[in-house]
């Protein structure tokens, strides 16, 4: 089947969620490198432990804040280059490149490439992280909103090369997030007492991972295809909420598109996103355990061989197949055992 791909010789101007004009190519014509197909990791390498990041210690945190000062040291040239890793998920989010078989844009948000697509950016963002500081155990944290003890900032983004001014100065800790954020409304609305807004966040993770995501596309979003007429647009359960909303509730309030978190090619120049994404990640782990079954929740061909492009931590560009990341000890990491106190929320 034709599959949905990015034509990377067509990089070009882009458009934000509010529709300003964006730029977020990258330097060197990529089209023109040389291509590598994924090869997953040696499987004697040693499994990454993704920890809540609640949990993590001092070391780990000087550690990791060390790689991202080095990375935005780096020169824009280099695919390391913390803007560069940024400009990823503008790439992608603001459809700068044409579909490899039409002349529509591809974009991965708002459907069943949600989950794959993000999974990839954050696993190759790791492995840069840990070569520059020669650490091939060190894994992302998690923000763990989804825990009573996560639903505030954790402490270490509020420090180092963690902090980010652009971000909403009421909601930082010790605020406790609102899982289903929605800025219109939130204008007008009055904030909950800490105690109130956690029972409500526990009792929304219950619908969004278990009651409303009973059938795969509710959960990972609709069949979007190759071709003009392909994009579907209505994103899974988790990807509407909690995503989309931490999102714009983590953003600055005062900037035009809530930058950075709160506008998708802004997003990831916040070091928080990929504690989001990490999150994120976790939980579509957790929702394939529930199924009970190691068959993929989606065996439709054009979703399991839809490729896309990465540096990896050597900087060569890899492509790489939906169908290579449904398995993440063959990626070598994963999660901290951890409890889900949502799953008990049932109403
Ligand atoms: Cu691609 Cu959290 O967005």
């Known amino acids: 089947p034709i599959v949905l791909s990015p034509n990377l010789t067509t990089c070009?101007?882009?458009?934000?969620?509010?529709?300003?004009?964006?730029?977020?190519?990258?330097?060197?014509?990529?089209?023109?490198?040389?291509i590598f197909d994924f090869k997953f990791p040696d499987s004697s390498s040693p499994i990454r432990v993704r920890r809540a990041a609640h949990h993590v210690d001092k070391d780990y945190i000087a550690k990791y804040n060390k790689a991202i000062s080095i990375m935005k040291s780096l020169p824009y040239t280099d695919p390391r280059n913390w803007y560069r890793?940024?400009?990823?998920?503008?790439?992608?989010?603001?459809?700068?490149?044409?579909?490899?078989?039409?002349?529509?844009?591809?974009?991965?948000?708002?459907?069943?490439?949600?989950?794959?697509?993000?999974?990839?950016?954050i696993y190759f963002h790791e492995r840069v992280v840990g070569s520059l500081i020669g650490d091939e155990t060190f894994a992302l944290p998690f923000w763990n909103w989804d825990s009573p003890e996560g639903m505030m900032i954790p402490d270490f983004y509020m420090n180092g090369s963690f902090f980010d001014?652009?971000?909403?100065?009421?909601?930082?800790?010790?605020?406790?997030?609102?899982?289903?954020?929605?800025?219109?409304?939130?204008?007008?609305?009055?904030?909950?007492?800490?105690?109130?807004?956690?029972?409500?966040?526990?009792?929304?993770?219950?619908n969004q991972m278990v009651s409303g995501a009973k059938k795969a596309e509710l959960f990972m979003g609709c069949p979007y295809k190759a071709g003009e007429e392909g994009f579907c647009d209505a994103p899974g359960t988790i990807e509407a909420a909690p995503h989309n909303a931490l999102h714009t509730w983590v953003g600055c309030n005062l900037n035009p598109e809530r930058e950075n978190m709160g506008a998708f090619y802004?997003?990831?120049?916040?070091?928080?996103?990929?504690?989001?994404?990490?999150?994120?990640?976790?939980?579509?782990?957790?929702?394939?355990?529930?199924?009970?079954?190691?068959?993929?929740?989606?065996?439709?061909?054009?979703?399991?061989?839809?490729?896309?492009?990465?540096?990896?931590?050597?900087?060569?560009?890899?492509?790489?197949?939906?169908?290579?990341?449904?398995?993440?000890?063959?990626?070598?990491?994963?999660?901290?055992?951890?409890?889900?106190?949502?799953?008990?929320?049932?109403?």
């Not at 969620?17 to 014509?29: A, I, T």
């Not at 844009?105 to 949600?114: A, E, G, P, Q, V």
């Not at 899982?179 to 993770?205: C, E, G, K, S, W």
């Open 85 to 121: 890793q940024a400009d990823m998920h503008c790439l992608y989010c603001t459809g700068s490149y044409n579909q490899e078989h039409s002349n529509s844009l591809m974009k991965i948000h708002r459907s069943w490439l949600f989950f794959p697509w993000h999974r990839m950016m």
């Open 165 to 206: 001014v652009d971000r909403d100065r009421s909601h930082l800790p010790p605020q406790v997030a609102d899982l289903n954020f929605d800025y219109d409304f939130a204008i007008n609305a009055t904030t909950l007492p800490p105690r109130d807004q956690t029972a409500v966040n526990t009792a929304f993770m219950y």
């Open 12 to 34: 070009h101007h882009s458009l934000t969620d509010e529709d300003h004009g964006v730029y977020c190519c990258p330097p060197n014509p990529e089209a023109e490198e040389s």
């Open 266 to 347: 802004s997003a990831a120049r916040d070091p928080i996103f990929y504690g989001h994404h990490s999150n994120i990640d976790r939980l579509w782990e957790v929702w394939r355990k529930l199924r009970g079954t190691d068959d993929p929740a989606i065996m439709d061909a054009e979703w399991l061989d839809s490729y896309f492009y990465f540096h990896n931590e050597k900087s060569q560009l890899v492509r790489i197949r939906i169908r290579d990341v449904l398995d993440i000890t063959k990626l070598r990491y994963k999660f901290e055992t951890i409890d889900n106190p949502w799953l008990n929320a049932r109403p």
